[in-house]
């Protein structure tokens, strides 16, 4: 996210950018202007190899960085050892200048995994014979960044959980703020007749916004910013706020997990006059943004609508499999099938057939393998199923229209409930992804 407006932002200047991602075919759409050279991380260990393809560089950013550590490795690998590598090239190569993108927190007082495995490569830059500038960015606030997603989300539910009273302290950034101190920082002159604020007394630049806040406050804000205007805040005592956090870090790619609980905790602010320093302005404050009820508010209810969705749907589908199979009285369920015309010999294997191809349509609304393709067939297939039930009953059955309870006219809801998840959430990915800024 941050590396990809930084090289656009760089390339707009008119300056020659060469971008290391791990797959150059799949990066090539999204980083245009920039010469791609293959890179990954999580191999780079020999310092000779890389020194070749940093001929001719002047700055060196690095950008890479991850949130979760599955393995308990990755940590070090890719916030330490392999920036590490890259910091050495670099020197060897005759870079004039590298930034290091690190975060808020990553100092002697640092407790989690991810701001320790920061810290390491911080220092490993500061003892090498080269200028460098480190950005400690704070939560950054990113339309299409994941924690920026999953903040708004949060705050456009209408019962708004918070961990405690919400008085945890941060200072959330704007994104262009971060990219405009990285480009700044990068090009400052590291000779020594360049300003000191930027390149020799103090190496660490607190990338943060222009107003600390509560996190109650920062969800406020995004809230208003989605175009939302109801909501309650609902405290959450902290011992239950720990025992979900630790249920959710067992979720592939959660952003919930005791390292982020602590870091919360401990609080995430800085003094921005550094920040004024070396961009020539203050960060702007979120408090002041245009609400964009479109752009960023239908996206952010969406994140937590098509999941309820999803669960409604499948609980549909699950219900119906464990009534058919037992609950509903055999006899009655196959006369039923004998009025729609179904031959008595038939019978028993048309109704368990049914309801077990009801539960499956109910486990793969809640867990659809991405190997098989879009979401969007799983809800064109119950669209099929549904339309075939309906017009078989409407045949054999028209009374089951005047029935009190409606239990064909719900149908109708039900396929335009389906129609809207093949336009919303009908990829293998995640349902859609927010309008980026300029």
């Known amino acids: 996210m941050i590396g990809a407006r930084v090289a656009d932002a760089l390339v707009a200047a008119g300056h020659s950018v060469v971008c290391g991602v791990r797959d150059p075919v799949a990066a090539a759409p999204r980083l245009r202007g920039c010469r791609l050279v293959q890179l990954d991380f999580s191999g780079l260990r020999?310092?000779?190899?890389?020194?070749?393809?940093?001929?001719?560089?002047?700055?060196?950013?690095?950008?890479?960085?991850?949130f979760n550590d599955a393995t308990g490795k990755e940590f070090q690998q890719l916030h330490t050892d392999a920036p590490a590598v890259l910091f050495k090239a670099a020197v060897a190569a005759g870079v004039r200048r590298i930034v290091q993108i690190s975060?808020?927190?990553?100092?002697?007082?640092?407790?989690?995994?991810?701001?320790?495995?920061?810290?390491?490569?911080?220092?490993?830059?500061?003892?090498?014979?080269?200028?460098?500038?480190?950005?400690?960015?704070?939560?950054?606030?990113?339309?299409?960044?994941?924690?920026?997603?999953?903040?708004?989300?949060?705050?456009?539910?209408?019962?708004?959980?918070?961990?405690?009273?919400?008085?945890?302290?941060?200072?959330?950034?704007?994104?262009?703020?971060v990219v405009a101190l990285i480009v700044a920082g990068a090009l400052a002159a590291p000779a020594p007749e360049a300003s000191a604020a930027v390149s020799v007394a103090s190496p660490r630049v607190a990338a943060v916004g222009k107003e600390?806040?509560?996190?109650?406050?920062?969800?406020?804000?995004?809230?208003?910013?989605?175009?939302?205007?109801?909501g309650w805040f609902v405290p959450v005592p902290m011992a239950l706020v720990r025992l979900t956090t630790r249920l959710s870090a067992l979720l592939p790619g959660s952003l919930m997990n005791a390292d982020a609980l602590a870091m919360l905790e401990r609080g995430n602010v800085a003094p921005s006059d550094r920040f004024e320093s070396v961009v020539g302005?203050?960060?702007r404050a979120l408090s002041q943004m245009p609400v964009e009820p479109e752009r960023f508010g239908a996206p952010a209810r969406l994140m937590w609508l098509l999941p309820l969705l999803r669960a409604s749907i499948a609980a549909v589908w699950i219900w119906t499999a464990i009534v058919s199979a037992g609950l509903y009285p055999r006899a009655?369920?196959?006369?039923?099938?004998?009025?729609?015309?179904?031959?008595?010999?038939?019978?028993?294997?048309l109704l368990y057939g049914a309801a077990f191809l009801d539960l499956v349509?109910?486990?793969?609304?809640?867990?659809?393998?991405?190997?098989?393709?879009?979401?969007?067939?799983l809800w064109a297939l119950q669209i099929v199923l549904i339309v075939l039930y309906t017009a078989l009953i409407s045949w054999r059955l028209p009374e089951f229209w005047l029935h009190p309870y409606g239990p064909l006219s719900k149908n109708l809801p039900m396929i335009a409930l389906l129609v809207m998840l093949i336009q919303f959430d009908g990829g293998s990915g995640r349902a859609?992804?927010?309008c980026t800024n300029a």
């Open 212 to 230: 600390p806040m509560t996190l109650k406050e920062y969800l406020a804000v995004l809230r208003h910013i989605a175009g939302g205007s109801y």
């Open 46 to 66: 020999d310092v000779a190899s890389m020194v070749p393809q940093l001929a001719g560089v002047d700055v060196v950013i690095n950008a890479v960085g991850i």
């Open 103 to 177: 975060a808020l927190g990553a100092d002697a007082d640092a407790q989690s995994a991810y701001h320790r495995s920061k810290l390491a490569a911080d220092e490993a830059l500061l003892a090498l014979p080269v200028s460098a500038l480190i950005v400690q960015p704070s939560l950054v606030f990113a339309p299409e960044g994941r924690s920026t997603q999953f903040f708004a989300a949060w705050a456009a539910l209408p019962v708004v959980p918070l961990p405690g009273a919400g008085a945890q302290l941060i200072q959330p950034v704007h994104i262009d703020d």
């Open 361 to 377: 349509f109910g486990v793969l609304s809640l867990a659809w393998p991405s190997r098989l393709g879009p979401r969007a067939r």
């Open 332 to 349: 009655s369920s196959l006369e039923l099938l004998a009025r729609v015309g179904a031959p008595a010999a038939l019978g028993p294997l």
């Open 432 to 434: 859609i992804q927010p």
């Open 281 to 283: 302005r203050a960060p």
